[in-house]
């Protein structure tokens, strides 16, 4: 298996003095030999300060959200030119809260997810079931269709499975629910996406914890962990580190 990822989804928490505090202690904390790739995504007011605190560290610097286009009349919204010009490296993108506030649909997001990559940044495509969705045994069905809409051909980036009752609920999918999806997903993206469906890292997100980590990444094919909550205590963010580094 390639290198699991740990991002840290910081979502709109923290001022910039809290989070640099933040970062200093995530990038010091560090396993030494650990074989994980650690992201931390603060929000965009804080890239450029925590740019140059981790520049020299093993510590990764992703967005939360970027729009489709280079630049032009858009107001509020920021360009992947903006991020990279920042030494940004990866973008969140269609997490479940954009797609529900903010009326980002499949389509919003491929668009996103081609823009990234063109201007150098590796984006992570978020899909997931609704609770809704689950009880009616529409889980496969509703991810199938997220991919085929979410993924651009020729997709080289990251797919993030969060379950939408999962995230911020305490209430993580079990490791044989996790596991059952996981390997549908990894044939629907060997079925849409041939040769390279197979080597698209897929993450757990939703509610994962210091508690739960080791457990969730020792599963077959889990390319790593999309965390909230726990991203905001080292404590716990660096556990979750750990255990995947164990995995
Ligand atoms: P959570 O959030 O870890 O707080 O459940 C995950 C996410 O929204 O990416």
């Known amino acids: 298996m390639s290198r699991q990822i740990i991002v840290g989804n910081w979502k709109m928490n923290g001022l910039t003095a809290d989070s640099a505090e933040r970062a200093r202690t995530i ?13 931390i995504c603060p929000p965009f007011t804080q890239l450029a300060a925590l740019a140059s605190i981790v520049k020299d560290t093993r510590v ?32 969140i993108l269609g997490h479940s809260e954009r797609r529900q506030n903010h009326g980002e649909i499949d389509e919003t997001v491929r668009e996103k997810a ?11 495509v978020c899909i997931g079931e609704t609770e809704d969705q689950r009880q009616s045994g529409e889980t496969q069905n509703t991810l199938g269709w997220q991919i085929k809409g979410s993924l651009p051909d020729g997709f080289s980036g990251i797919l993030a499975y969060e379950p939408i009752w999962a995230i911020g609920t305490g209430l993580a999918a079990t490791p044989d629910d996790i596991r059952e999806t996981l390997s549908f997903l990894r044939a629907e993206l ?16 939703g509610s994962v914890s210091a508690d739960n980590a080791a457990e969730i990444l020792a599963i077959q094919d889990v390319g790593g962990a999309l965390v909230g909550g726990a991203s905001l205590k080292p404590d716990a963010f660096l556990s979750i580190v750990r255990a995947a580094s164990a995995g």
Do not use: W
């Not at 990038?27 to 992201?39: D, F, I, K, N, Y």
């Not at 060997?190 to 997100?205: A, D, H, M």
């Open 60 to 91: 990764g610097l992703g967005a939360q959200n970027c729009h489709k286009d280079e630049k032009g009349a858009h107001t509020g919204d920021i360009s992947p030119q903006m991020l990279t010009d920042l030494g940004v490296s990866y973008v």
């Open 114 to 124: 081609v823009a990234a990559t063109k201007a150098g940044l590796t984006p992570i």
């Open 27 to 39: 990038a010091a904390g560090l396993p030494a030999g650990s074989s994980a790739e650690v992201v």
């Open 190 to 205: 060997i079925r849409q996406f041939g040769e390279t469906g197979k080597s698209i890292s897929i993450l757990y997100g």
